[in-house]
């Protein structure tokens, strides 16, 4: 009777394991479910929406109270004007005093093409002509001042 004792005690362990194990699975614990359009979540997201929207309005109207962004020392030399000529290549018209260059800018490098005898007038942006670009300029204009 003692070996057959002996013969059960890795069998008993086994099974005393095996219970210990679904007595902790059995049980998991719980966490508390947060509710995500509880009043305290809308609040904080409706918070940051109106804060993120006060820095976007209050940095377009510093840009334009500034004046937009310039370029440093722009006296005495300017651009006229410009045209893509491929994906990565431009045609530019710069006004360097009195004279007019034609240069020519693409990926690691900037040659001159000519040097225009007489000078070509500045036009007014095409875009500031077109219908929609008007309407859009004024309405903006009406509802920001």
């Not at 998991?28 to 918070?47: C, T």
Request: hydrophobic share 50%.
């Amino acid at each position: 009777m003692k070996n057959k004792a002996l013969s059960l005690i890795p069998l008993m362990t086994l099974f005393s394991a095996s219970l210990s194990a679904i007595e902790k699975t059995s049980a998991p614990a719980m966490k508390p479910i947060i509710d995500p359009l509880s009043g305290a979540n809308v609040f904080q997201m409706v918070a940051g929406l109106v804060f993120v929207l006060i820095i976007v309005i209050a940095v377009a109207w510093l840009v334009r109270r500034v004046g937009g962004v310039t370029m440093a020392g722009g006296g005495a030399m300017s651009v006229v004007g410009g045209m893509s000529m491929g994906a990565r290549e431009r045609v530019v018209l710069l006004q360097v005093g009195d004279e007019q260059i034609l240069i020519g800018v693409s990926p690691g490098r900037i040659s001159k093409l000519h040097v225009l005898e007489k000078p070509i007038e500045p036009q007014l942006n095409k875009l500031q002509d077109s219908g929609f670009a008007k309407k859009l300029s004024e309405v903006l204009r009406g509802k920001l001042k």
